[in-house]
C-alpha cells in the first residue's frame, strides 16, 4: 500500500468533499435540496447571550428612568438589524451602559417621546459618517481620552445606582448623587441592600467557583445567576420589596417631533451619536482579537464602516419603535465569542429570543426586584473603570488626559468633558513637543547627558552647548528619554560622536533608565541570517579571506554618517528582541538539510570534511564543529548578551516561574523558543526522541520524563502542559518501518547511516530500540478502528507517517492524564493541556482543537 493512501478508511473526516453523483464539480446545486441550517454552537450562543441581556437591559432601562419594554425592544433590534447590517459578524449590539448617563439626562430635559426622535437623528447621522468612511478616523481620538469618557460614564452610573440598591431615588446628575450619599446612609432600607449585596457577590464569585463544579456552573452566565438568585431570595424573604413593572404594550410611547432649542437638540443628537459610535468601534476591535486568538481563525477583521452603517440603521429603527439608543456592547460581544459562535446568526437569534421574551415572559420578568437590577448595572459601571486602561495611559505617560476627561464627564457632562480630554492632551502634546530638558553631570570620571523628551530642531542648539562641554578624550553616557529625534538633531549628536570617538574618547547611547543600546551591525557580521543553521553559514569563508579562519567577525565599527533617523550607534526600539542577529542577503549552501539523524547528536553540526586537521590546539579549535560552536558563543557575548543580561539577572535572583511544560522531539529542526515567540523564563522544556511520555512505571531504569513533569507541575506550578510533535519524525518513521518489517535506510525518507531508521533495522536490544517502544500504543491508536482519526482541519494527512505523529500527539496527551501530578491538578481546574503539531517545511503550527474531547482536529494558527 502506498504512504499517501490512509490506512483505513471507515473513520472519514466530515469534512471531506463528497463524491459527484451525475453533475460536474462546479456546476450549481440541485433545486431544492439548499436548506437553511443553524450551527449547534450558534444557537447555544445566542441561548447565552440571551441569558445575559435579559437582566441587562431591564437593568439599564431602570437606571435610565425609561419605560422598561424600550430595553427589550432596544435589545431585540440591536440583535436583529445591528446583527444582519453591521461588519462585526459575532458582535452583540443592544442598550448600552455607556449611553445611560447620556440618555437619562435627555429624558430629564427632553422628555421620553423627544429622546426617541433624538435616537432616530444621531442614527441617521451614523448613517451618514459610515457611508462617508469615517469609522477609522473616529479611533484616531486618543485612547486616553476614549477610556476616559467610559471611566466617567461608569463613576456616574454606579452613584446612580448605588442610590437605589440603598433604597433611595437617584439625582439628576452624578455631583449630585455624590453629594447625596452621606443622607441615603442614613435612611437605609434594610431589605434592598441585602438584596444587591447578594446580587455583587454572585457577580463576583461565581466566575471563581472551582473544580468540575464551578465549570459545570459556569455554564450560566453570572448575571442571569445572580439576578435569579436575588430573586428567589426576595420572594422568600422580602415580598414587599420594589420589582419591575412592565406596562401593557398598548400604552407603548411612539417618538414625537423634536421640541426645544434647535442648538441643544444638535448637540444632544451629535453626543448620542458620538458615545454610541466610540462604543460600538471599540467593542468591534475588541471581539476581533479575541476572534483572532480562538484555534482556526481566519484572521478576517471587521468593516467598521459597515458596523457604524448598522448601528445607524439600528439606532433609527430603535428609536421609530420607542427604544433605548443601540450600541455594540463589550460585554455580549465578549460572551458571544467565549460561547463558541461562529457567525451572525447568533446575535440575530439572540434579538428573535429577546422579541419572544418582550412578548411572552412578561409575568416572569415582573418578579425581578429593582435593587437586583440596580446592583448589576452598577457592577457594569465599575468595570468600565478598567485598571489595565489605567495602568496602560500611565505608561505612556497620558494619565492628565486620562483624569481630565473622566473629572469633566463626572463634573459636566459626556461632550464637555469630550472637550475637556481633548483640550488637555493637545496642550499636553504641545508641552513635550517644545521641552526639553537637557542635563550634563560627572560620575566618576564618566560625564553623562540626558536627553528628557523629543529632541527636535529646537532643541539642537541647548543640545551642542551641552555636548561642547565634555572634554575631549573622555568618557561619555548620552541617555535618550524621548520618543522621537529629527533629522537636524541626529546629524548634531551623529557627528559629535564621531569627532570625539577620534580624539580618544568614548561613547555609549543609552535608552531611558540607562538600558544600552545596541550598535548596527556592518557587513563584517551581518552574512548570515537569523535562524540559519551553522551549516549553511559562510561566515567562516570570510573569515579565510581575511586571514584568519578560526577568530570570530570584529565588533562593527562607527556607523555610517546620515543613515536615518535612529540614534547614532543605535537600533530601532524592540528590533533586538525581534533577533539577535540581524538580517541580511540568504547564502544558499551546497552541502544538504540537515534530517532526523541529528537527534543522536541535537547541539553539534554534521562536519563538512571526514579528515579532521592534525595539530590540536587548545587556544584555536581546528575542527570545523568547535569553530563553528566558538564563533556563535562569541557571536551572543557581543549581539546578544548586552541586550537580554538585565532579564537573565532577574531570572537568576528570583528563580524560574516558567507558565508552561513544552514537551517535544528532540529533532535539531525545532526551535521552541522560535516557534513560540518566548524568552528566558518562559517555557519548561523537555525533549526526548519522539516526544514521548511514557506511562507511569514504564520507563523501567529512566525516569526522567515522569520527573520533569512532577516537578513542572508540583514544584513550578506551571499552568499548562503541551506535548508538541512535527513533520517528518524520524522515530515515528522508523516505528511504522520496524512494524512493517522493512526497516532500511532507503525505506526512511529523512534517515542517514547513523539514523533511527538503521538502528531499529538490527535484531539488537539497544537504548534507542527499547525507548521506540514508548510509540507502540500510538501505532496501535492510528491502526485501531475505536478511535477518530487524528487530522488536519480541512485536509487529509499527508501521508502514513504525518498520521501517526498527529496521532503520537493525542496518544501522549492521554499517556499525561495517567500520571497522579497531572490528574491531581486537572482534576481542580489550574491545569490545561494542550496537543501542537508544527509541519516543519511549511513552517505552520496547528494546534489540536479541544485537547480533553480527543476529537483529533488539529486547526492552522492564523497570523495574529
Not at 542 to 571: F, K, N
Not at 585 to 597: D, F, G, L
Not at 785 to 792: E, G, T
Request: hydrophobic share 45%.
Amino acid at each position: 500500500m502506498p504512504a499517501c493512501i490512509p490506512t483505513r478508511t471507515q473513520n472519514v473526516p466530515s469534512d471531506s468533499s463528497p463524491p459527484n453523483r451525475g453533475r460536474p464539480s462546479h456546476g450549481p446545486p440541485p433545486r431544492g435540496r439548499r436548506r437553511f441550517r443553524i450551527p449547534g454552537a450558534d444557537l447555544s450562543a445566542s441561548i447565552t447571550v440571551f441569558l445575559i441581556a435579559v437582566p441587562m437591559s431591564l437593568g439599564l432601562a431602570v437606571a435610565i428612568g425609561a419605560p422598561l419594554e424600550a430595553g427589550l425592544l432596544a435589545a431585540a433590534v440591536g440583535g436583529i438589524v445591528a446583527g444582519l447590517l453591521g461588519g462585526s459578524a459575532l458582535q452583540v449590539s443592544g442598550p448600552s451602559a455607556g449611553l445611560t448617563v447620556v440618555t437619562a439626562g435627555l429624558i430629564q430635559d427632553y422628555g421620553w417621546r423627544t429622546t426617541c426622535a433624538i435616537t432616530v437623528g444621531a442614527g441617521l447621522l451614523q448613517l451618514l459618517l459610515g457611508s462617508l468612511r469615517a469609522a477609522r478616523s473616529a479611533l484616531a481620538v486618543s485612547p486616553a481620552i476614549v477610556h476616559g469618557t467610559l471611566a466617567g460614564i461608569g463613576v456616574a452610573i454606579a452613584l446612580a445606582q448605588l442610590h437605589i440598591v440603598l433604597g433611595g431615588t437617584p439625582q439628576s446628575s452624578a455631583v449630585a448623587n455624590a453629594l447625596a450619599l452621606p443622607g441615603q446612609f442614613g435612611r437605609v432600607a434594610p431589605a434592598a441592600p441585602l438584596i444587591g449585596l447578594l446580587t455583587i457577590a454572585v457577580l463576583v464569585l461565581w466566575p471563581r467557583i472551582p473544580g468540575r463544579t464551578g465549570r459545570a456552573l459556569r455554564r450560566i452566565p453570572a448575571a442571569l445567576a445572580s439576578v435569579a438568585a436575588a430573586t428567589a431570595l426576595a420572594a422568600v424573604a422580602a415580598p414587599g420589596i420594589a420589582r419591575v413593572e412592565l406596562p401593557s404594550w398598548s400604552a407603548h410611547a411612539l417618538p414625537e417631533l423634536p421640541h426645544g432649542p434647535v442648538l441643544g437638540l444638535l448637540g444632544a443628537v451629535f453626543t448620542v451619536m458620538l458615545v454610541a459610535s466610540l462604543e460600538s468601534l471599540l467593542s468591534a476591535v475588541a471581539v476581533d482579537k479575541l476572534t483572532a486568538d480562538r484555534p482556526g481563525a481566519t484572521g478576517r477583521r471587521a468593516d467598521l464602516d459597515r458596523e457604524l452603517r448598522g448601528q445607524g440603521v439600528a439606532n433609527t429603527v430603535s428609536g421609530l419603535l420607542g427604544g433605548l439608543p443601540v450600541s455594540g456592547g463589550a460585554v455580549r460581544g465578549t460572551a458571544n465569542v467565549r460561547a463558541g459562535a461562529t457567525s451572525r446568526a447568533s446575535t440575530v437569534l439572540h434579538g428573535v429570543w429577546m422579541l419572544l421574551a418582550a412578548g411572552l415572559l412578561v409575568g416572569v420578568l415582573e418578579w425581578m426586584p429593582l435593587a437586583a437590577l440596580a446592583a448589576l448595572v452598577m457592577v457594569v459601571g465599575l468595570q468600565m473603570v478598567n485598571y489595565a486602561h489605567i495602568r496602560n495611559v500611565h505608561k505612556h505617560r497620558e494619565f492628565l488626559a486620562y483624569g481630565a476627561t473622566v473629572a469633566g464627564v463626572v463634573g459636566f457632562g459626556v461632550l464637555e468633558g469630550v472637550a475637556v480630554g481633548i483640550a488637555v492632551a493637545v496642550g499636553v502634546a504641545l508641552h513635550r513637543l517644545a521641552r526639553t530638558r537637557i542635563t550634563l553631570h560627572e560620575d566618576d570620571g564618566v560625564h553623562l547627558l540626558r536627553a528628557r523628551g523629543q529632541l527636535t530642531f529646537l532643541a539642537v542648539p541647548r543640545l551642542s552647548r551641552t555636548l561642547g562641554q565634555i572634554p575631549s578624550g573622555a568618557d561619555a553616557v548620552v541617555e535618550l528619554d524621548g520618543s522621537f529625534m529629527d533629522h537636524a538633531a541626529y546629524e548634531t549628536l551623529q557627528h559629535w560622536q564621531e569627532a570625539h570617538v577620534v580624539q580618544g574618547g568614548t561613547v555609549d547611547v543609552t535608552g531611558r533608565g540607562g538600558s544600552r543600546i545596541a550598535e548596527p551591525a556592518t557587513a563584517t557580521h551581518t552574512c548570515c541570517r537569523p535562524w540559519t543553521p551553522w551549516r549553511n553559514h559562510h561566515c567562516e569563508d570570510r573569515a579565510l579571506d581575511s586571514g584568519s579562519p578560526e577568530s570570530p567577525s570584529p565588533v562593527a565599527g562607527p556607523p555610517e554618517p546620515g543613515s536615518g533617523a535612529t540614534p547614532p550607534g543605535a537600533t530601532p526600539p524592540g528590533a533586538a528582541s525581534r533577533s539577535a542577529t540581524p538580517p541580511a542577503t540568504e547564502h544558499r549552501a551546497t552541502t544538504p538539510e540537515k534530517t532526523m539523524s541529528d537527534i543522536t547528536t541535537p547541539h553539534a553540526p554534521a562536519p563538512r570534511s571526514t579528515s579532521p586537521q592534525s595539530g590540536p590546539s587548545a587556544a584555536t579549535p581546528q575542527r570545523p564543529g568547535s569553530r563553528q560552536l566558538a564563533s556563535g558563543l562569541s557571536s551572543f557575548q557581543r549581539d546578544t548578551a548586552p541586550l537580554v543580561r538585565d532579564e537573565l539577572a532577574r531570572l537568576a535572583r528570583e528563580g524560574q516561574q516558567p507558565s508552561q511544560l513544552f514537551l517535544t522531539c528532540a529533532d535539531s529542526r525545532l526551535v521552541t523558543s522560535m516557534i513560540t515567540s518566548s524568552g528566558p523564563g518562559d517555557l519548561f522544556t523537555v525533549r526526548n526522541v519522539g516526544n514521548f511520555v511514557p506511562l507511569p512505571g514504564a520507563e523501567a531504569s529512566d525516569d526522567s520524563v515522569a520527573a520533569a513533569i512532577e516537578y513542572a507541575v508540583d514544584i513550578l506550578r506551571v499552568e499548562s502542559i503541551t506535548v508538541c510533535g512535527h513533520s517528518g519524525c524520524g522515530a515515528m518513521t522508523a516505528l511504522l518501518s520496524d512494524a512493517d518489517g522493512a526497516a532500511t535506510p532507503a525505506t526512511v525518507p529523512d534517515a542517514t547511516p547513523t539514523a533511527v531508521g538503521t538502528s531499529t533495522s538490527t535484531t539488537a536490544n539497544t537504548p534507542l530500540k527499547r525507548w521506540l517502544r514508548h510509540g507502540q500504543p500510538s501505532l496501535d491508536r492510528m491502526r485501531s478502528r475505536r478511535h477518530s482519526w487524528a487530522r488536519i482541519s480541512g485536509r487529509m494527512p499527508a501521508d502514513e507517517v504525518e498520521q501517526l505523529c498527529l496521532t503520537n500527539v493525542i496518544q501522549q496527551l492521554e499517556h499525561l492524564r495517567a500520571h497522579e501530578s497531572v490528574a491531581r491538578r486537572l482534576a481542580d481546574g489550574s491545569l490545561e493541556l494542550h496537543g501542537m503539531y508544527f509541519h516543519v517545511g511549511e513552517a505552520q503550527a496547528y494546534l489540536l482543537t479541544d485537547a480533553l474531547e480527543q476529537d483529533g482536529v488539529f486547526a492552522q494558527v492564523a497570523p495574529a
